[in-house]
């Protein structure tokens, strides 16, 4: 995974939490990188996952809220260092429809290494609308979160509702989108 998630995490952490939580939480997770991450370096999901646990032990919040919440903030983040990729588009469905074959590509383009999830939407009406996730990482509530932040971020009156597909482990969900009238 590419080091920019790990990098971020850090500082959704420090921002939420203080700088003593990122040393504690490093500390007891014994990492194999030690914690010490470049955004464009590639790290083994498992030390995110494992920072993620932590984090809910010493905070007693649930993992997928975690998660849920880290994904909101990536949102913000890309949104606040990316904003070329974000000024063509005015509504979130715009955006989403672009992730695979426009912003995954560019993504590879820059990161040729990059292991990215499959992400396929799905137009059902002129109200609704069907985020398909797909991923050999169990990163569901993370994209959760991105996609919670998108419909903020364009200010759009819409209800988002995951389900979890088998095998239930986070690797697969479908978001549907409901636009209200």
Do not use: N
Not at 71 to 90: K, V, Y
């Amino acid at each position: 995974m590419k080091g920019i998630v790990f990098t971020e995490f850090v500082e959704f952490v420090e921002t939420k939490y203080g700088l003593s939580m990122v040393d504690q939480i490093m500390d007891r997770c014994q990492l194999k990188s030690r914690g010490a991450y470049t955004s464009v370096a590639t790290y083994d999901v498992q030390e995110l996952l494992a920072l993620v646990v932590e984090l809910s032990r010493q905070t007693d919040t649930p993992v997928s809220e975690l998660v849920v919440e880290y994904g909101r903030h990536l949102f913000r983040f890309f949104a606040r260092t990316r904003r070329s990729m974000f000024e063509h588009f005015s509504r979130c469905e715009q955006l989403l429809e672009s992730i695979e074959d426009q912003i995954h590509v560019d993504v590879r383009k820059l990161y040729p290494d990059a292991e990215l999830p499959t992400i396929r939407f799905e137009r059902l009406s002129d109200v609704m609308s069907k985020v398909h996730y797909s991923s050999t990482r169990p990163l569901a509530d993370l994209a959760e979160g991105l996609i919670l932040e998108c419909v903020v971020h364009f200010g759009e009156p819409m209800e988002v509702v995951r389900t979890d597909l088998p095998p239930g482990d986070g690797t697969l969900a479908e978001f549907l989108l409901s636009r209200s009238r």
